[in-house]
């Protein structure tokens, strides 16, 4: 199981290698596969701890994604989303996750969603569910315990 990491101000998206005493070490999930430290200043997120509001309880983001994926076949969306207008971008993820609260997710928070979609396609991950959705036992330090 992947730890796929985003970290603020920061393109792109991680996945977690090892930990060192004051930091992650993390490589970058496209063609240069570029490690790289992430510090306690580095406002990191597993993408495995977020969810999208909807008008009833909020969506995890793996449930979304493989909403998207199960839309577009798993392969890259079809949707340019840096050249679409507002109206097509909520129009499209309105397809995709009908009931997603207009109010609190933005234009931006739907084309951060495409884009990450796209990285984790374009890299062979489409089982969102296994790859994304958080296990017990999540955390390494846990599951060095349970070892022992």
């Known amino acids: 199981m992947e730890t796929i990491l985003s970290i603020a101000g920061k393109p792109g998206l991680y996945k977690l290698v090892s930990r060192g005493k004051m930091n992650l070490i993390v490589e970058s999930i496209d063609q240069t596969h570029r490690r790289q ?7 990191v997120t597993s993408l495995a ?6 008008d009833a309880e909020d ?5 979304v994604l493989k909403n998207l994926g199960d839309k577009e076949q798993s392969k890259e969306c079809s949707l340019n989303y840096k050249k679409c207008s507002a ?3 909520h129009d499209f993820f309105a397809e995709v996750l009908p009931d997603y609260d207009r109010e609190r997710v933005h234009d931006s928070d739907i084309k951060k969603l495409i884009q990450w979609y796209n990285i984790l396609v374009s890299n062979g991950i489409t089982d969102f ?3 994304l959705a958080p296990t017990q036992g999540d955390n390494v330090d846990d599951r060095k315990d349970s070892e022992e």
């Open 37 to 43: 430290p992430a510090f306690a200043s580095d406002r």
């Open 49 to 54: 701890d977020i969810a999208m509001y909807t």
């Open 59 to 63: 969506v995890p983001l793996w449930q």
């Open 87 to 89: 109206q097509e971008l």
């Open 129 to 131: 569910e296994t790859t």
